[in-house]
C-alpha cells in the first residue's frame, strides 16, 4: 500500500533562526507588525510503499534521521495524511 | 490574544520540483527504494497577536502572499495550533 507521510523540521526551539528573523524583518517591513516570532524549517512529503502504517513510518524515521533532519540542529516530526 | 500559526509552502503539484528530486535520489542511494515520490517545500511558524482567529488568518493570509509564498509556483496552506 501507498502512504503518503508528512515530515516537518524544524530548527531546534534553543537556536537562533536567522532564517526566521529575516522573515520577520520583512514582515515588520510590509507593516505586519502584529506579527512576534517567525522560524522557519522544511517541510516534506513523501510517497511509501510498504506493509502497513508502521512499516512506513518505520522508512520515514529512517530518512529523516539519515538525511533529512540534522539532528544537532533541527527536530522532525512525521504525520501520515490519507 | 496571540496564536501560533503554521504555513505551510509547498511546490505546485504540476512543477518539477528538483529539491525534492534530489532528496529521492539521495534516499534511494541510503537504499531506502521504497519511496516513490518526494516534495520539498518550507514550513513556517509564526505568533501573531490578533484580537481574534479571524484577524489573525487575515494577517497570515498577507503575510503568505506579500512574503513567503510565490504563487506563480507555489501554494500555501494555513493552519492554527494551540
Known sequence: MTYNVQIK????????????????????????????????GKHITLQIDAENEAAAKQIADEASKKLLANPVMEFYEIEFVN
Open 9 to 40: 523540521v524544524m530548527p531546534l526551539k534553543d537556536l537562533l533562526d536567522p532564517q526566521g528573523k529575516a522573515v520577520l524583518g520583512g514582515l515588520q517591513n510590509l507593516g505586519l507588525g502584529n506579527v512576534a516570532d517567525v522560524r522557519v
